[in-house]
């Protein structure tokens, strides 16, 4: 019997690592993760501002921001980076009282204790980039008029309408009933591109057009993974499971959405 459970256990950690299934690689808030930092608070400060100029030096009024939560090394073929938010250029107060412009973070966060439900927070540059494992940063700029139209949802009831608190860190991005940050982003976009709120048209649109990332962990890791770990579901799988990404939404756009671009950053 003690052998049956290391067994279990070992497969549990393999997948854990396979997968980068844990409170700290997806979509918790970097100030919620519990482990000690990769980097000091003048690194991060500084890795945020380069991010924030790169970002402004482009126009963007809104853009599609990601980070890296775990070593590429750990992550399953495919994937790069593990958190998806939207950066919103807006005017910010400060501790003091000043107003000062900047770029304020729209995040589908996990909660701490119960990594299977997420909450929708905002926060800024520095708290998003806090717990990160390495310091590279993915942008995409949508072309200047789903910029438009994405800063009209944000600010509309249809963005928190858009959200299912149901989370799953490879939630499919065709079906309803579990949500990642990805596909939150995803849903948020074509919202936008369609003017739509309608989750049916959007999902059917997103079967026609979008090209999810195959989740390649080996099947038992995975129903170890969804047996054991709260924030990994297949509820929402049927046949091989699938996922959004980043990068896939970088595909997406660049495709359908002319004059958008796709940005990495990396510290001086």
């Known amino acids: 019997m003690n052998l049956l459970r290391s067994s279990l256990a070992a497969f549990i950690l393999l997948f854990s690592v396979a997968l980068g299934a ?10 919620q993760a519990g482990e000690p930092a990769h980097f000091t608070p003048e690194q991060v400060i500084a890795f945020a501002k380069r991010v924030e100029k790169t970002m402004a030096e482009k126009a963007a009024q809104v853009a599609i921001l990601a980070r890296m939560g775990r070593p590429a090394s750990e992550l399953p073929e495919g994937m790069h980076f593990t958190h998806v938010a939207f950066a919103v250029y807006s005017e910010i107060t400060t501790n003091d009282g000043r107003k000062v412009p900047g770029y304020a973070i729209f995040n589908l966060y996990q909660r701490d204790k119960h990594p299977d439900v997420s909450d929708l927070v905002q926060d800024y540059p520095v708290d998003f980039f806090a717990g990160v494992a390495q310091l590279e940063a993915g942008i995409i700029v949508p072309s200047e008029e789903l910029q438009k139209r994405l800063l009209d949802v944000i600010a509309s009831p249809s963005y928190k309408a858009l959200h299912e608190p149901s989370y799953s860190v490879i939630a499919n991005p065709f079906t309803l009933g579990r949500q990642n940050c990805t596909e939150f982003v995803l849903d948020v976009v074509n919202a936008a591109i369609y003017q739509t709120s309608d989750i049916k048209v959007i ?12 989740v390649n962990v080996n099947p038992f890791k995975l129903m170890l993974g969804s047996m054991f770990s709260a924030e990994v579901s297949t509820a929402d799988q049927s046949g091989p499971p699938v996922t959004a990404t980043f990068e896939k939404i970088g595909e ?7 004059g958008s671009e796709v940005i990495t950053v990396l510290p001086d």
């Open 252 to 258: 997406y756009l660049t495709k359908y959405d002319t």
């Open 203 to 214: 999902k059917a649109n997103e079967k026609a057009f979008f090209v999810a990332q195959p």
């Open 22 to 31: 844990n409170a700290t690689g997806f979509s918790s808030s970097s100030s």
